[in-house]
């Protein structure tokens, strides 16, 4: 972001040495002037026109903007630390930085404190994605497991957590620690393509860096495909019913909490067609709490039940006592298909040419208010092992939790049988 002087400054000749005294209706680097007025010119040309540089503000004027230029660092190393990924940044951060410690002894401590506070952001940043990387290195289909270890003795989810509370506590610490690792600007790179106000130039000359908003995504899909795994996978009738009533009691909880996007993730892996298919198997469960639970995400009038909860939770959160009713995780598959088509639906100018700003307030006001959310710390206490279980056990794949469902309760049709046949066949090598 450019620093600017005060307004009236830009066209006062005290304000700045740049000579604006041009003939009439001259040309300046792609801006235009009348009798020393600004006519036209292009966003480029504006921009790079109040971008301070050594001319713009000389060394003796340093002590009078070095205050302002280093909150402005100061507050966009902090809200957008990410930017400084990109060596360019960081060169241009750090000869900016040497420019401002140059003069009094304050400005050098703050300058150090912003520069330490910074690279221990990116530090943890580049801790965080190698062990993301780690865990997606090392996953496993867990159809390959069971083909190794008999099922006897492999563990479940209630064999390491019998109580659904303590589970769904554990889901929140994953949830607002992915959370607290997606940068505001990853909203934007998802979605814009192009420069939001010149449509025919690209915004962005690399690749696009939101691996850990796509990180997030794919935790919600894993956790998914943990549920109906841990359904499918029981032998025993009454186990996949117990199995069932565990991650509904799981859900309700993370309700409660505040943790919409667990309580999304489980309702969608107990309503796969794996699992939803078990009609002996829920037939043994008590439905009332999750029908209550589906009745609270149910999508039709554009999620207008989960919306009600959710606004209610973000009130909650803004009076709270405590740490933990400071806790809203919104379903974020929803939050991002939100931001997706306010940014596709509205133009980024308006007929006259001018530039729409309601859309963007609108914009920085939905990734503002996630912000926020994001930087709440879990009050609950962690337990390594169940989290460990949690990120890392294999889960079945697709094939596999329809094997395992059809091996649990028969096929009902030719169409089943037919490819009940073929995974038996393709998995596990039997006919």
Same mark, same amino acid.
Not at 120 to 131: D, G
């Given at each position: 972001?450019?620093? &600017?002087?005060? @307004?009236?400054?830009? /066209? ?5 040495? %740049? *000579? !604006?005294?041009?003939? $009439? ?51 966009? &190393?902090?809200? @957008?630390?990410?930017? /400084? ?5 960081? %060169? *241009? !951060?750090?000869?900016? $930085? ?334």
């Amino acid at each position: 972001m450019p620093q &600017t002087p005060p @307004f009236s400054a830009m /066209f006062d000749s005290s304000g700045y040495n %740049r *000579n !604006l005294y041009q003939s $009439a209706e001259d040309s300046c680097g792609g801006l235009y002037y009348h009798d020393n007025n600004l006519l036209s010119g292009s966003l480029e040309a504006l921009i790079q026109h109040l971008v301070p540089n050594v001319d713009y503000y000389p060394d003796n004027q340093m002590r009078k903007i070095a205050p302002k230029i280093l909150q402005l660092l100061t507050e966009w &190393t902090e809200t @957008f630390p990410y930017d /400084f990924r990109d060596e360019r940044m960081m %060169r *241009n !951060l750090k000869d900016l $930085a040497h420019r401002i410690a140059s003069g009094e002894e304050t400005y050098r401590k703050n300058v150090q404190q912003m520069m330490q506070c910074l690279i221990r952001k990116l530090a943890a940043l580049s801790q965080y994605e190698e062990v993301l990387a780690k865990i997606s290195s090392t996953s496993t289909d867990r159809l390959t497991v069971l083909k190794t270890k008999p099922q006897s003795i492999q563990r479940d989810i209630i064999t390491v957590c019998n109580d659904p509370y303590t589970l769904a506590q554990q889901l929140t610490h994953i949830e607002l620690e992915r959370l607290n690792y997606i940068g505001p600007e990853e909203f934007v790179q998802a979605f814009v393509q192009k420069d939001p106000l010149d449509n025919d130039k690209s915004c962005y000359s690399e690749r696009k860096k939101t691996r850990n908003l796509e990180a997030y995504v794919e935790w919600f899909n894993r956790l998914s495909y943990l549920v109906a795994t841990e359904i499918c996978m029981p032998v025993k009738k009454k186990h996949r019913a117990r199995m069932i009533e565990y991650f509904i009691d799981v859900a309700r909880e993370c309700f409660n909490i505040g943790n919409f996007n667990s309580l999304m993730a489980i309702i969608s892996g107990m309503n796969m067609s794996p699992v939803s298919r078990l009609k002996k198997t829920w037939a043994k469960v008590k439905t009332a709490k999750f029908d209550i639970l589906e009745h609270q995400m149910d999508p039709s009038s554009n999620f207008y039940n989960y919306r009600t909860a959710l606004r209610g939770a973000a009130q909650r959160s803004l009076t709270a006592h405590s740490s933990r009713e400071k806790i809203v995780i919104p379903f974020f598959s929803l939050l991002i298909k939100d931001i997706y088509f306010l940014n596709e639906g509205c133009a980024n100018r308006l007929p006259n040419g001018h530039v729409n700003f309601e859309k963007f307030w609108e914009l920085a006001k939905q990734v503002s208010e996630f912000m926020t959310w994001k930087q709440v710390e879990c009050p609950f206490e962690r337990d390594r092992k169940i989290l460990q279980y949690l990120l890392t056990v294999p889960v079945f794949s697709e094939d596999a939790l329809y094997l395992a469902s059809y091996e649990s309760e028969g096929p009902e049709n030719h169409i089943e049988k037919d490819r009940w046949k073929s995974l038996r066949s393709s998995l596990l090598g039997r006919v």
